[in-house]
């Protein structure tokens, strides 16, 4: 799909009319404002006049100076230069609070506080505000002053443990920004249940996000099974072999690799039907989850050998003849050939400005029937709409401007 910089007006997307401001930096509680802005939130993005937002220097440069990085994950958002240390930066900064429905912020503890900027402050500003507050972890509690990142939360939270082959070191769990992006989504679930709140009570509360409990809270059975048998899963490599087997990662002949997931016995079943040894599924060989699990070397060293006796494309079309949950283990190359995500549109071409260049990058979601997402504009520059939203919101006048400019407010 193409799109232009300036396509898919706000008209008719749900969040159309609510305001947000984005203080944050890098991913977390900024990517919590992109989804909003992607169903219609103006999204103003105040940075600091030296160099906003270190997501800007994230990843590969552009020909413009900003990230890929930056210009798809800053999409749709106005960006403003602003000192929040500076009297009059906060002062400017409250006069915006005063005028918006959320607003998303990722210092460590106690900053905003520090700077005479923290919740209390802000909600005799604006008793309606909804406060998203990312942290590594939290506003509360005896790490709340330490530093954290997603890398880390991963480690503490327990995911980082799991990944990687038995006995081996611990590995990066897919991205280093998983924890990040995940903070991101329960801050902006956090985000519509407190507007739902505000629209009941007139009320606005803050959000109390840490990257380690988002973590944390996608660890399946771990806590329960600890508590109640002193269970402590470790590393698997490719199989997940405490809860079902076969269910892992398997090279092909043509080096590549496919996912396949059995976990069920009627699923192993087909799985056994699609190798060409129904026998493998009857109740007196591996017909049944628990003598699977008994011998889950057995039975993935000859889901092992199959799958290496054929081709990626062969292994697949016999899965998925018999419905065999499987799928390819796709790198960023084979996504782009890949026809669900073109069928989808999950790619999406937009004109990236001051650049003379396309660039193709992650559709929104969730998909909604009626009102779905869209992509207006791609990351903006640093204070590109500074003087825009000054007189917009706050009907300030050139000289007046000019004025903060000379306190290096703005």
């Given at each position: 799909m193409t799109a232009s910089a300036s396509a898919s007006p706000t008209d008719g997307l749900p969040l159309k009319g609510l305001r947000v401001i984005d203080i944050a930096t890098v991913i977390a509680a900024p990517y919590c404002a992109t989804v909003l802005g992607e169903f219609g939130a103006d999204v103003l993005k105040l940075e600091h006049p030296d160099g906003g937002d270190a997501l800007r220097r994230f990843g590969t440069p552009s020909i413009r100076g900003d990230t890929l990085t930056w210009l798809s994950e800053a999409r749709n958002k106005r960006s403003m230069t602003i000192d929040l240390r500076t009297t009059a930066g906060a002062d400017v900064f409250k006069q915006l609070i005063a005028k918006t429905d959320v607003l998303c912020e990722n210092f460590r503890t106690g900053t905003l506080e520090k700077w005479?900027?923290?919740?209390?402050?802000?909600?005799?500003?604006?008793?309606?505000?909804?406060?998203?507050?990312?942290?590594?972890?939290?506003?509360?509690?005896?790490?709340?002053?330490?530093?954290?990142?997603?890398?880390?939360?991963?480690?503490?939270?327990?995911?980082?443990y799991l990944a990687g082959m038995p006995k081996g070191t611990p590995v990066t769990p897919g991205s280093t920004t998983l924890g990040d992006y995940m903070t991101g989504l329960y801050g902006c679930l956090g985000v519509l249940m407190a507007l739902r709140h505000k629209e009941e009570t007139g009320e606005g509360q803050y959000i109390d996000a840490a990257l380690y409990e988002s973590v944390f809270r996608c660890t399946e059975e771990l806590a329960p099974a600890f508590a109640m048998f002193g269970a402590v899963r470790e590393r698997a490599g490719s199989s997940h072999n405490d809860l079902a087997v076969p269910h892992g990662h398997f090279a092909t002949k043509d080096g590549k690799w496919v996912a396949i997931s059995c976990a069920t016995d009627l699923l192993f079943a087909r799985l056994a039907k699609a190798m060409g040894r129904p026998e493998l599924a009857a109740d007196t060989a591996y017909g049944e989850q628990?003598?699977?699990?008994?011998?889950?070397?057995?039975?993935?060293?000859?889901?092992?050998?199959?799958?290496?006796?054929?081709?990626?494309?062969?292994?697949?079309?016999?899965?998925?003849?018999?419905?065999?949950?499987?799928?390819?283990?796709?790198?960023?190359?084979?996504?782009?050939?890949?026809?669900?995500?073109?069928?989808?549109?999950?790619?999406?071409?937009?004109?990236?400005?001051?650049?003379?260049?396309?660039?193709?990058?992650?559709?929104?979601?969730?998909?909604?029937?009626?009102?779905?997402?869209?992509?207006?504009?791609?990351?903006?520059?640093?204070?590109?709409?500074?003087?825009?939203?000054?007189?917009?919101?706050?009907?300030?006048?050139?000289?007046?401007?000019?004025?903060?400019?000379?306190?290096?407010?703005?």
């Open positions: 005479g900027l923290g919740w209390e402050v802000l909600k005799k500003v604006n008793p309606g505000l909804v406060m998203l507050r990312v942290t590594g972890y939290g506003q509360t509690g005896p790490y709340k002053d330490r530093p954290g990142f997603a890398r880390v939360a991963h480690a503490v939270g327990g995911i980082a628990k003598t699977r699990l008994e011998h889950r070397h057995d039975v993935n060293e000859i889901v092992r050998d199959w799958c290496g006796s054929l081709t990626r494309e062969e292994a697949l079309a016999r899965c998925y003849t018999h419905d065999v949950p499987a799928g390819p283990l796709n790198n960023i190359a084979d996504i782009f050939g890949d026809r669900q995500f073109h069928a989808r549109r999950n790619l999406v071409t937009m004109d990236a400005p001051d650049t003379g260049e396309q660039i193709v990058v992650p559709a929104p979601v969730p998909r909604l029937s009626e009102t779905p997402g869209s992509i207006r504009s791609l990351g903006p520059k640093l204070g590109e709409h500074t003087d825009e939203i000054l007189r917009e919101l706050l009907g300030l006048n050139d000289s007046q401007i000019a004025e903060l400019r000379a306190m290096k407010a703005v």
